[in-house]
């Protein structure tokens, strides 16, 4: 694919479970959705579109109330986030498709596991976790994000300048302060996620690839381990040296792991 086809983008909005979804599509083949994390949007995956795009139909969509796609009741739950994305997957007249997810990405990739089977052949979980980790909520009041709602924004522009530049330039079609109040509503997530049940996690028969960098300062290893063991059909990669940002700062390994495991789950017959 040259670089001037993969310029082409098909930018669109869908009305879904009482959103206006924003998504870009590039390349063809099996449909590969991706799944940003939070307060992020589709810009996240730039280091990933063109090698993706080589192989299959990817599907970027910004996700509830963040990038271009609005959130009118305001509200963020990981189960909730699912059902945009079956209602998605379902108005796109989509069969099975494979799924990216990465952070809250992944958490949204868990609950299709667990409520929409039939409309996932395989996922790609990254950066994800069954139970909110101490490592999480210390990193979180460190950066200035300090109890669900509540966030000093003066430390966390001092601490990261770069993503509170990011977060307004992704969120302006959203209004000039939408920003501050995305950050304390997903706040409000981030500090009450969903507990994953262990026997429910058990049930998912999905393909899974469990996918985290070994210095990721929220998720330790042995959560990545502990996934790995209890879904029946996962896999395990762990990527080295490298922290919760391993899809920007080692695209080309990232690329490679996540390009080779959707090919197998397409390749495999009668599946």
Same mark, same amino acid.
């Given at each position: 694919m040259s670089d001037e086809e993969f310029q082409r983008i098909d930018g669109s909005f869908i009305n879904v479970n009482g959103l206006k979804m924003y998504y870009e599509e590039y390349g063809t083949g099996f449909p590969l959705i991706l799944i940003h994390g939070g307060i992020s949007s589709i810009q996240m995956w730039e280091k990933?579109?063109? /090698?993706?795009?080589?192989?299959? =139909?990817?599907?970027?969509?910004?996700?509830?109330?963040?990038?271009?796609?609005?959130?009118?009741?305001?509200v963020f739950h990981y189960k909730l986030m699912a059902d945009d994305f079956a209602a998605?997957?379902?108005?796109?007249n989509l069969d099975k498709v494979l799924l990216c997810g990465w952070s809250d990405g992944g958490q949204i990739g868990?609950? @299709?596991?667990?409520?929409?089977?039939?409309?996932?052949?395989? @996922?790609?979980?990254?950066?994800? @976790?069954?139970h909110a980790t101490k490592e999480m909520l210390d990193g979180f009041k460190e950066i200035g994000i300090e109890g669900p709602g509540t966030v000093d924004f003066e430390k966390l522009d001092k601490s990261l300048g770069w993503l509170v530049k990011l977060l307004k330039e992704q969120t302006a079609s959203q209004g000039k302060d939408?920003?501050?109040?995305?950050?304390?509503?997903?706040?409000k997530m981030w500090y009450d996620p969903a507990e994953f049940p262990l026997d429910q996690v058990k049930q998912i028969q999905t393909p899974s690839l469990i996918l985290l960098g070994d =210095? /990721?300062?929220?998720?330790?290893?042995?959560?990545?381990?502990? @996934?790995f063991k209890l879904i029946p059909n996962a896999e395990l990669a762990i990527i080295p040296n490298s922290n919760h940002d391993v899809y920007f700062t080692q695209?080309?390994?990232?690329? =490679?792991?996540?390009?080779?495991?959707?090919? =197998?789950?397409?390749?495999?017959?009668?599946?």
């Open positions: 990933q579109l063109s /090698d993706f795009s080589k192989h299959f =139909r990817v599907i970027a969509v910004d996700c509830r109330g963040q990038g271009k796609t609005n959130n009118p009741e305001g998605f997957i379902q108005e796109l868990l609950e @299709m596991g667990l409520h929409y089977p039939e409309l996932v052949k395989a @996922m790609v979980l990254g950066g994800t @976790m069954i939408y920003w501050k109040t995305l950050l304390k509503k997903i706040s =210095r /990721d300062v929220y998720i330790p290893i042995s959560e990545a381990t502990k @996934m695209p080309e390994i990232f690329n =490679r792991i996540v390009v080779n495991y959707c090919k =197998r789950q397409t390749d495999k017959k009668n599946k």
